[in-house]
Nanobody
Framework: QVQLVESGGGLAQPGESLRLSCVAF????????MGWYRQAPGKQRELVAT???????NYADSVKGRFVISRDNANNTVYMRMNSLKAEDTAVYYC???????????????WGQGTQVTVSS
């Protein structure tokens, strides 16, 4: 059993920064892709940023140059530093991890419960 636990969301003013964290708990044998998606009210869930186990990153165009994703592979943790926040960054942010669990026979993609980020003055 694998669970993703997110933290770090909250309220920020435009131009401020927040940092999100996500830890994969449980019987994680190996975690490959980890990252973040978000879903704003009335919109579809969209990719924000991901990072592979060997450090390759992928960012949405809307956050390039503002958000920075990083990982602690030893602790199955992914972070995202969100700088220069804008009102349009307001959304529920979901952690994602592609994990090979101990005793499993294949990779599986897990999702966190989501953490709210609100950017407002």
């Amino acid at each position: 059993q694998v669970q993703l636990v997110e933290s770090g969301g909250g309220l920020a003013q435009p131009g401020e920064s927040l940092r999100l964290s996500c830890v994969a708990f449980g019987s994680v044998y190996r975690a490959n892709l980890m990252g973040w998606y978000r879903q704003a009210p009335g919109k579809q869930r969209e990719l924000v940023a991901t990072m592979t186990g060997d450090g390759m990153t992928n960012y949405a165009d809307s956050v390039k140059g503002r958000f920075v994703i990083s990982r602690d592979n030893a602790n199955n943790t992914v972070y995202m530093r969100m700088n220069s926040l804008k009102a349009e960054d307001t959304a529920v942010y979901y952690c994602i991890a592609r994990v090979f669990a101990s005793g499993a026979t294949s990779w599986f993609t897990y999702w966190g419960q989501g953490t709210q980020v609100t950017v407002s003055s």
